[in-house]
């Protein structure tokens, strides 16, 4: 295969199960090449939410201090080559048809879930470079994602709220349970705020892993509307930047946290390295005049802090919402939050099986008291006519899934 778009094709092709949550495949395939295996420092992030942009801080901050970091993360926006990057960069498509062709004569007859496959072509190109930290986001979950098969010297878990819970539980125990599988005994963890469940804790505990909790060992707060951040009594100011104040948090203290380890500059070096960051697709400003602002918030947790977001900043004029999400999703709490958010709302046609049908998301708005609903073919569309109809000093979020927000930046040439 000449391509990677041909090779993502097959991939998806190639198990009978999207998802198959079990390490034993992928770790037969992996562990006879020593994929799992590195001299860089591990940093596992899994959590609802912030994981992406956790890891955008971390690295900002490691990169600063010139340090060599590989960093994979999923879903990707845009192009798949944004889930691996070393140094900054991201992967080629020669390197990376070149990873999926020994994984593929790796595997033999073993079956491969597209994910496992593309996380072992991940790790044998990271293993091909001199590298001091690897950064790695769970896809799924923690103690059965296929990330899971390799030994972190620090396990991060970000949040925890309600997702995909037909894989990981019905209740925050259960699903901290299985985010907590990426703990190791005697190693560091880091823990957000908002994923202090006591199921997850106890597993620290028991694994004796010293544990940093945000609020407890480190917080952070806002004093005259910019960021502060305090370890241990410490205090330091945050530039500004666009991530979420709590993914900066987490991200700060696994920096000090790997000062342990590794030989790094003070924090005070390095911590510009956070002035005006930014990540595709979280609170993502891609056109000023209209503002044009993209987020892939897809449950309830991700769009209470979009909700903040956007509340945040002035309203000079109206502000439009353009929404579409996946059919596990739970549409009726997102009408319910942002039912008096938006002057009016633009329903696009998703190019996907797995989106809800325009007819459903307009029964779930309606239902909420909303009125202005204009449902329309494409995203492609629904950008032509806001455009028509938007002033200068309005505002338009873009939001609901990374299928969404992916369609939209296409469709439309956006950056």
Request: with cysteine; glycine share 4%.
């Amino acid at each position: 295969m000449q391509d990677n778009h041909t090779w993502l094709r097959y991939l998806e092709s190639l198990h009978p199960k999207t998802i198959d949550l079990t390490l034993e495949r992928v770790r037969q395939v992996g562990e006879s090449a020593g994929l799992f295996h590195f001299d860089a420092k591990v940093i596992l992030v899994a959590g609802t939410n912030g994981k992406g942009t956790t890891i955008c801080a971390l690295n900002k901050l490691l990169r600063k201090a010139n340090l060599s970091v590989a960093c994979y993360t999923s879903p990707h926006v845009l192009e798949f080559n944004e889930r691996i990057s070393i140094n900054d960069q991201c992967v080629s498509d020669a390197a990376l048809i070149n990873a999926f062709e020994v994984i593929e004569k790796l595997r033999g007859d073993i079956s491969l879930t597209y994910f496992e496959f593309t996380t072992l072509a991940a790790f044998y190109i990271f293993k091909q470079q001199p590298l001091d930290v690897l950064l790695v986001e769970v896809g799924l979950g923690g103690r059965l994602d296929a990330v899971n098969c390799l030994s972190p010297d620090l396990s991060l878990i970000t949040t925890i709220a309600y997702d995909h819970q037909g894989w990981l539980g019905h209740d925050l125990e259960s699903i901290a349970k299985e985010k907590a599988g990426i703990f190791r005994e005697n190693k560091p963890c880091i823990v957000g705020k908002s994923a202090l469940v006591p199921s997850l804790i106890e597993r620290a505990k028991q694994l004796k892993c010293e544990t940093y909790t945000d609020g407890s060992d480190f917080n952070w707060g806002l004093e005259n509307n910019e960021m502060y951040w305090r370890f241990k009594d410490q205090p330091i100011s945050v530039p500004q930047h666009n991530l979420p104040n709590n993914s900066v948090s987490i991200a700060l203290c696994a920096y000090k946290i790997l000062g342990t380890m590794l030989a790094l500059p003070d924090l005070s070096v390095v911590i510009n390295s956070l002035e005006k960051a930014s990540l595709l697709g979280r609170f993502y400003t891609v056109m000023q005049r209209p503002k044009m602002i993209v987020d892939v918030a897809h449950n309830e947790e991700s769009c209470q802090l979009l909700k903040s977001r956007i509340l945040a900043h002035d309203k000079p004029g109206k502000r439009f919402a353009v929404w579409a999400m996946l059919n596990d999703k739970d549409i009726d709490k997102v009408s319910n939050m942002f039912k008096d958010v938006f002057d009016a709302w633009y329903i696009p046609k998703l190019n996907s099986s797995r989106a809800f049908p325009q007819k459903m998301l307009v029964e779930s708005l309606s239902s909420c008291g909303v009125n202005k609903i204009f449902c329309v073919d494409s995203t492609k569309l629904a950008y032509e006519v806001l455009m028509q109809d938007m002033k200068a000093q309005d505002q338009v979020i873009v939001f609901g899934s990374f299928f969404t927000v992916s369609e939209w930046l296409e469709a439309n040439k956006l950056s």
